[in-house]
């Protein structure tokens, strides 16, 4: 049964029924909903809460958890998710699973509280040191991001990584209908690399992100790399609603999505012939997607509420292809479909 919730409600609730059992954060607005949801429910369910003195002290409890085996979770927004990371790469090098929720909120500096996709380069590309990836997933709807965020958990275990779901501060704040639906949890093998201590099974494990000789680190990004390959391998998710025929591709991820399907309808019934890609996992993102594309596609539309990220991961999957184009809005201002659909029409030419 679906029941009214807000987004980040919701993404806590599904946290609780994939079996996290300890959260650890600080609160920030746009996402102190999860934080404050947790803090009532997660004693409830057997778990553990903590609020940490501070965003850096939150992360390194998710170390600490993880390490012990545990199903770990933190939640911030963009400078707090930004006082994180070099955690996260800590995270990667010791092949740590956790869920990091990221509900971004416009920027630079403290910005303000509204909605925003500006920390798209912070969630795919990294603030922390190294060679590392994350998986990062983009809901568009409550009910996606309270699957995402159980599929997420598996991800994570499956390959050892810390994994990312962000949410820009509308889907956030706003409340959907949606039912939370427990997904088969992957069998983590704790044994393999939790620092449970000595047992008749096995011997002790040691858990470190520190290699000082350079031979063994090569060796340890090496194998770093090989997963990271198999996640692009099997873990791209994207949407698409183009057709042969169409003209113009229009790509958008979030909620922006939502705004963006409504301007193909009107480009659609101008006699516009366009398609929609909606990519869900930002990392690793849908390559294929836009390298596959019909013949009669002559430009792309990237559409972002920032001054232009995804935009350059469409260039590099498209390699010079087709012109790719931009229209964004930023500081928490949200585009309407007749601005996409604006644009749409300078890209055609007039159209009809």
Request: aromatic share 6%; with cysteine; net charge negative.
């Amino acid at each position: 049964m679906k029941t009214l919730m807000k987004g980040n409600e919701a993404v806590s609730a599904a946290a609780i029924a994939a079996g996290c059992k300890a959260f650890f954060g600080y609160p920030i607005t746009p996402q102190n909903e999860i934080p404050e949801y947790m803090s009532a429910k997660m004693a409830e369910s057997g778990g553990v809460f903590v609020q940490a003195e501070s965003e850096i002290a939150a992360i390194n409890m998710i170390y600490g958890g993880a390490a012990a085996g545990a199903r770990v979770m933190t939640s911030s927004s963009s400078p707090g998710i930004a006082l994180k990371q070099e955690g996260i790469s800590y995270l990667c090098a010791a092949r740590l699973p956790c869920l990091i929720v990221s509900v971004m909120r416009c920027g630079p500096g403290l910005g303000g509280i509204l909605p925003s996709q500006a920390d798209y380069f912070q969630a795919t590309r990294g603030g922390g040191n190294g060679d590392y990836n994350t998986p990062v997933y983009a809901p568009n709807s409550i009910q996606e991001a309270t699957d995402l965020v159980q599929k997420a958990f598996n991800v994570a275990e499956q390959y050892r990584t810390p994994v990312m779901v962000v949410m820009d501060g509308l889907l956030g704040q706003m409340m959907e209908p949606a039912e939370i639906k427990p997904i088969p949890r992957f069998k983590n093998d704790t044994d393999k690399y939790a620092t449970n201590g000595e047992s008749g099974r096995r011997g002790r494990n040691i858990v470190n992100s520190l290699n000082l000789q350079a031979a063994a680190l090569e060796q340890s990004n090496l194998r770093l790399a090989e997963v990271y390959k198999e996640i692009i391998k099997n873990e791209v998710m994207y949407e698409s609603t183009v057709e042969d025929g169409d003209e113009l591709v229009i790509a958008a991820y979030g909620t922006p999505s939502r705004i963006a399907q409504n301007a193909v309808a009107e480009l659609r019934a101008r006699g516009i012939k366009t398609g929609l890609i909606r990519p869900v996992t930002l990392w690793p993102f849908p390559d294929l997607a836009f390298q596959s594309l019909p013949s009669s596609v002559k430009n792309v539309l990237v559409c972002e509420l920032s001054m232009g990220q995804m935009v350059q991961d469409v260039r590099l999957a498209l390699n010079g292809k087709l012109p790719v184009h931009f229209y964004g809005r930023t500081g928490g201002v949200i585009f309407e479909p007749e601005e996409i659909v604006e644009k749409a029409l300078e890209i055609a030419g007039g159209g009809q």
